[in-house]
Structure formats: structure tokens, C-alpha cells
């Protein structure tokens, strides 16, 4: 339930070699709801969805300080901005939110997006990946990258599926209770990728571990390809 000062500082240098090479980037974090157990003393998850959200209250601010100060260090800068879905699924909202993360990125902003657990529930059991996949869309991205503990989706021998072409949720048996060597929320992370992959973005899923540079090289990773 503490920050991981040591993986945001690493990633805020990756993110800030990437922009600095023209490659725009948009953060879509989660982990507030931890933070804000902290603080509360559970040392479980709240059953109760209201603590959850006053869980996410209390973490949102804490996440989102030491991402600002690292990309600070690196010539850039962070900027809170939360979402519900209720935002993304309206099209003129979603076009207004799409302008200022450009605009953002125009003055070296970088966009440091989380679900508005406070406001809206829909989210806060949840690790954000279907709302990167939203951010994704209304931006035009060609790349979304999903961080997790494990370095991709595996086979039933524990052997790394470096690419996915045809339809990811034919994988979906890997991610089984029998079947988990994947870890790493993996179901949900298919579903994602055979949306990205109608909608032409390719989808890297890598481990936290390792740099934005070896993920996006697929060293390692599961690449999920537009079809």
C-alpha cells in the first residue's frame, strides 16, 4: 500500500525520453484506492464500495504528486485530470477532454488521467485498463501499453505469447482459475486487446519491471496486432 517512488521515477525518465523524441504520451494511473487504506488502517479491501470511493479520495492526490515531481526533474510537467465514463461515452464531452490533453501535450503537459472513484463508483474495484482503452480511442493513438506483475500473456507451459494476430479472446481459457500461469488481471486485458485491435491500435501488455523502451521493443511483451 505504499507509492512506488522507485518504478514512477524510472517510468517519468522513460516517458520523458520518449516526448523528447516526438513521441506523445498520456498516463492513465491507478493504485489511489491502497494509498487511501493506508490512511484508514484497512488492511484489506473495503467491502463497502463508499469506503472504497473515500479510499480513492484520499490516494488520488498522494499518486499523483510524486509522478509531478519526477517529470519536473525531467523538463516536464503532470497534470491531474480525471474521468468518468459517463464523460468518455458522450461524444461532444469526449472531444472536449480529447482538446485539452492535446493541449497539454503541446506545452509539455503530461496528461496523468485516473477514474473519478469519488464521484462515480463504476470503477473503484477495477485496475483502469477498459478506460486507457477509451482514452486511447477519442486521442487517436497508435499504441496502448498495459503495465502489470508479469511480462505478458503465457501458454499453459509458462511460455511467453510474444504476438497476437488473430482474435485474443480465443486466449481467454489461458486466464482461467486452471489455467494461471498469465496472472496479471490477463482476461481483462484481452477484452481490451481485441477492442484495440477492431479499432487499429496495437496493444502492448508488459511487466511493470521493465523499461517503456523494452516493452515497446516486445522484449519482453505480448503484442496484440490490428487485425
Known sequence: NRINTGFISGFSKDVAELYDRGTNIIIVRSGAVPIGMRTYGFEEKPKDIVDLQ????????KLVRPYQRFLE????????????????YNKQRAQKLSNNLENMLRKRTIPLINYDDANDNKEVRSDNDKV?????????????????????LKDE?????????DNPLKYL????????VS?????????????????????????SAHSLYKILSGNPATIIYPR
Open 54 to 61: 473515500t479510499c480513492a479520495a484520499d490516494g488520488e492526490p
Open 73 to 88: 526533474e525531467k523538463g516536464l510537467h503532470g497534470g491531474q485530470v480525471l474521468v468518468t465514463y459517463g464523460q468518455l
Open 132 to 152: 486507457s482503452l477509451y482514452i486511447a480511442k477519442i486521442t487517436n493513438a497508435k499504441r496502448l501499453v498495459l503495465l502489470t506483475d508479469v511480462d505478458g
Open 157 to 165: 507451459e509458462g511460455n511467453l505469447i510474444k504476438e497476437i494476430r
Open 173 to 180: 481459457y489461458l486466464c482461467t482459475k486452471a489455467n494461471s
Open 183 to 207: 496472472g496479471g488481471g490477463m482476461g481483462i486485458k484481452l477484452m481490451v486487446g481485441a477492442e484495440a485491435q477492431q479499432a487499429g491500435i496495437t496493444l502492448y501488455i508488459g511487466n
